[in-house]
């Protein structure tokens, strides 16, 4: 039996010409949480490591602090000691699907302190000394590395897989 007027008969309603089923919704407006993507886990795993590689220059900075009295060291051990526990206790709310602004902070807070270094050092002034300027560079060198951790850890931490992880812990608005 035909149906007038091209009608499909009832019951039929998804095989339509052209047609298909609807596409699923995206992790964001599913119905829970979704699981927590490596670049989320690696971000924080990379801040865990940083603040565990920036706490010994931390320690023997504080050490230094305290003979010294110097008031820009110790402004830059409170920044170093600052940055590892913004790192840390970022890096357990981000594992946890709470939040990721104090592991932003804290990267942001140990590149700074990296630049900082790095201007210090550059401002040294070797007297001609060649050893002077070996021992630059590896200042230099060492703010370099210390500051590549926290840059990778930033950029997978503001990715979008992230932002949806931590999207779909927080629920509907």
Do not use: H
């Not at 019951?11 to 995206?26: E, I, T």
């Not at 040294?124 to 060492?142: H, L, P, Q, R, T």
């Amino acid at each position: 039996m035909s149906q007038p007027y091209g009608q499909q008969p009832p019951g039929n309603f998804n095989q339509g010409p052209g047609y298909g089923a609807m596409p699923p919704a995206p992790p964001e407006f599913s119905s829970g949480p979704i699981a927590r993507p490596g670049a989320t886990t690696a971000a924080a795993v990379l801040a865990f490591v940083q603040a565990g590689i920036t706490a010994i220059p931390g320690v023997l900075s504080l050490i230094g602090a305290v003979n010294t009295g110097d008031a820009e060291t110790w402004l830059a051990t409170l920044a170093v000691l600052a940055g590892v526990a913004l790192l840390i206790v970022g890096g357990v709310q981000l594992m946890g699907g709470k939040a990721v602004n104090l592991l932003i902070i804290g990267c942001a807070l140990e590149v700074a302190i990296s630049l900082y270094y790095i201007i210090r050092a550059a401002t040294i002034d070797s007297e001609g000394i060649e050893a002077v300027n070996y021992g630059k560079g590896v200042i230099m060198g060492f703010a370099i590395f210390f500051a590549i951790m926290p840059v990778i850890a930033f950029i997978l931490a503001r990715g979008a897989a992230t932002t949806q992880f931590l999207q779909s812990r927080r629920g509907p608005r």
